[in-house]
Antibody
Framework: QVQLMESGGGLVKPGGSLRLSCAAS????????MSWIRQAPEKGLEWISF????????FYGDSVRGRFTISRDNSKNSLYLQMDGLRAEDTATYYCARGFDSGVVDYWGQGALVTVSS | DIQMTQSPSYVSASVGDRVTITCRAS??????LAWYQQRPGKAPKLLISGASSLQTGVPSRFGGSGYETDFTLTISSLQPEDFATYYCQQGNRFPLTFGGGTKVEIK
């Protein structure tokens, strides 16, 4: 069955960096586009980044462009999110999600909590 | 960016009720609209894609309709496990955007 498992979350000071990983299993990872989506505490969903299956095309949301970097390693069935210049407003649960069709995602990980606080 | 406006933001309903949630896009998105269900403490789950295509395993009491700017999610007979928050999302153009969510609570 499809499984996505995020890791790397935690507490970081404003201005700091963190790298999230997402380990994929149960499907051919290299066939699928992937996204990162986040949810601030008690708030709605916010898409933040997308990468095609080959890694050749990448998009970012305005709130993270220039600070976050998405990447993938198809040989390791893994998706990454490098987060630099973190701000308090980046505090959220970060989900990796598998692309399904036209920007829609069908499977989500359990989420990784990132807390940015001094 | 395409803005997605959901209404209502909150609905109180009883088991067996029919519930309708609407989602309006700020510009036409054809049928590139998905609906997700999120139970407390859980990751969202894809219910409907392409505005009206039910995902495998999703009960038939869920239905979606709409095109371009106006979309609807209907739960024909609310069940206890349906109490959750529902989100619409457009997949027509980046940045992908979600509606603000509709929380369905027990009356």
């Amino acid at each position: 069955q499809v499984q996505l498992m995020e890791s790397g979350g935690g507490l970081v000071k404003p201005g700091g960096s963190l790298r999230l990983s997402c380990a994929a299993s149960g499907f051919i990872f290299s066939d699928y586009d992937m996204s990162w989506i986040r949810q601030a505490p008690e708030k709605g969903l916010e898409w933040i980044s997308f990468i095609t299956n080959s890694g050749n095309t990448i998009f970012y949301g305005d709130s993270v462009r220039g600070r976050f970097t998405i990447s993938r390693d198809n040989s390791k069935n893994s998706l990454y999110l490098q987060m630099d210049g973190l701000r308090a407003e980046d505090t959220a649960t970060y989900y990796c999600a598998r692309g399904f069709d036209s920007g829609v995602v069908d499977y989500w990980g359990q989420g990784a909590l990132v807390t940015v606080s001094s | 960016d395409i803005q997605m406006t959901q209404s209502p933001s909150y609905v109180s309903a009883s088991v067996g009720d029919r519930v309708t949630i609407t989602c309006r896009a700020s510009e036409g998105i054809s049928s590139s609209l998905a609906w997700y269900q999120q139970r407390p403490g859980k990751a969202p789950k894809l219910l409907i894609s392409g505005a009206s295509s039910l995902q495998t395993g999703v009960p038939s009491r869920f239905g979606g309709s709409g095109y371009e700017t106006d979309f609807t999610l209907t739960i024909s007979s609310l069940q206890p496990e349906d109490f959750a928050t529902y989100y619409c999302q457009q997949g027509n153009r980046f940045p992908l955007t979600f509606g603000g969510g509709t929380k369905v609570e027990i009356k």
